[in-house]
């Protein structure tokens, strides 16, 4: 198994290039389920989760290149329609194929995902607003056995909960389902907008993109002919190179991000006292003179998103004064606190806020990646702490971050990939 090993505390500069969004990327490899014709896709994360996910489509029969970031699908010789506990339990966004199978074969069987380490996070709201459609589903033997063999049918779906696969699982089965569908309590995030104006752009009938209820007339059945798309840039990497640039107080410019879907995030460093310099496809950090405490909500998008609140504990550690950071959406997210306290921070942990007293100096440690983002703080706080720190289980940080070391070593940190 690998680890990183990294010297701090380390200043960083220049230049770094922000991939595109592994969370785009995840349910726009599944739409291609939907489509009969071979789909490219620029802009394709090379990271271990989309690797995943299309060895898994490859199972079901598609074939595929990937070479320089531009991913070529053709999914018309599918034949399979299981996707195996082998590949869902290493990634729950497998879980992403149920509704553009069934909404194309008329059944499928998927397993079911299983636990995580950020908290149970159930399936039952997919679950539900496939039965709304008239699909038939049962599990058995730990998998999910859907089936509509008169094809799905439009109908109200209100979602309980605002969940992100979830909106784009059913947003799928919907464009090809026979007649109407409406989604109320809908996610809104740039990935569940990217999704639904390449379904538009491939000739779906699909109203209120980017708001909280969207319609849409489905195909009857029909495959698509969808058009080429370019995936948007990964907000969460961004974030994180934000947060690389704060903790270090160094100045750092983003290229290739769009800054008006970080506006909750950019809210939260200029609180704490950073600027931001803004272009249209850049972004430029230039550090605190005194880094400030922070009151963090990880809420739904727009609002400040739950995949940046271990980095932001990582940063508030630096801050002068108490932070208060509150977990509002997953139960069990704040493993990476434990890890922290190794390098010295001062945590106190109750529910599901941490307090943050900031300022105490950090020094490097054994820590151990526990999730793909609390992964992440650790490196970005090791880049803060006095000595050397090593990161184990990084695989977690490999599922969703593009070549990691390499573009924080061009920035100029001390950091390196070794062996156990
Ligand atoms: C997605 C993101 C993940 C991010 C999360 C929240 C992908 C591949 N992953 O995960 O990085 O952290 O959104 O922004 O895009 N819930 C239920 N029942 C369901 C579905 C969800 O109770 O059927 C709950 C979850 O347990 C959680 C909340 O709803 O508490 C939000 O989860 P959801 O938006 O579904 O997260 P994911 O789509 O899995």
Redesign the pocket.
């Known amino acids: 198994m690998d680890y990183l090993q990294i010297q701090g505390p380390t200043k960083l500069s220049g230049t770094v290039t922000i991939s595109g969004a592994k969370?785009a990327a995840?349910p726009l490899i599944t739409l291609t389920l939907l489509a009969h014709n071979p789909v490219t896709l620029t802009n394709t994360p090379e990271v271990a989760d989309i690797k995943t996910l299309l060895k898994l489509l490859e199972n079901l029969g598609a074939t595929q290149t990937l070479e320089n970031h531009v991913l070529t699908l053709d999914t018309s010789s599918v034949h399979h329609t299981m996707a195996n506990y082998d590949i869902v339990k290493t990634m729950?966004?497998s879980i992403l194929v149920l509704g553009p199978l069934l909404a194309r074969f008329g059944h499928c069987e998927v397993s079911l995902p299983g636990g995580c380490a950020i908290?149970?996070?159930?399936?039952?709201?997919?679950l539900k607003a496939l039965e709304q459609m008239g699909a038939i589903i049962t599990i058995h033997a730990g998998y999910v056995h859907a089936s509509a063999p008169q094809g799905l049918q439009g109908s109200h779906i209100v979602f309980d909960?605002?969940?992100?696969?979830?909106t784009a699982n059913i947003v799928m089965a919907a464009a090809l389902a026979h007649g109407k569908t409406v989604l109320t309590n809908c996610?809104k995030e740039p990935?569940v907008v990217q999704l639904c104006e390449i379904l538009r752009d491939s000739g779906i009938d699909i109203q209120g993109i980017g708001s909280s209820e969207l319609t849409i007339i489905g195909t009857g059945g029909k495959t698509i002919d969808m058009v080429d798309f370019e995936i948007i840039p990964d907000r969460i990497e961004a974030g994180t190179y934000l947060c690389a640039a704060a903790i270090t107080n160094s100045t750092v410019t983003l290229e290739n991000v769009r800054h008006d879907h970080l506006n909750a995030v950019t809210a939260k460093l200029e609180q704490m006292g950073c600027r931001i310099d803004v272009t249209d496809t850049t972004m430029t950090l230039h550090p605190a003179k005194e880094l400030k405490h922070v009151h963090i909500i990880t809420q739904e998008y727009p609002a400040f998103?739950?995949?940046m609140q271990a980095q932001f504990l990582a940063l508030a550690i630096f801050a002068q004064g108490t932070s208060i950071i509150e977990e509002r959406?997953?139960e069990n997210r704040f493993m990476h606190v434990s890890e922290l306290q190794r390098l010295g921070a001062d945590i106190m942990l109750n529910g599901h806020t941490a307090t943050v007293s900031g300022g105490t100096p950090l020094f490097g440690a054994d820590v151990m990646a526990t999730d793909l983002r609390a992964s992440s703080a650790l490196v970005l706080a090791a880049m803060a702490s006095e000595g050397t720190t090593n990161v184990h289980r990084i695989y977690h940080l490999d599922r969703g971050y593009e070549n990691l070391e390499q573009k924080l070593r061009a920035l100029g940190a001390n950091i390196q990939r070794l062996k156990e």
């Open positions: 969370n995840l729950r966004a908290g149970q996070r159930p399936i039952d709201l997919h909960k605002i969940t992100v696969t979830g996610a990935e998103p739950t995949d959406l997953f």
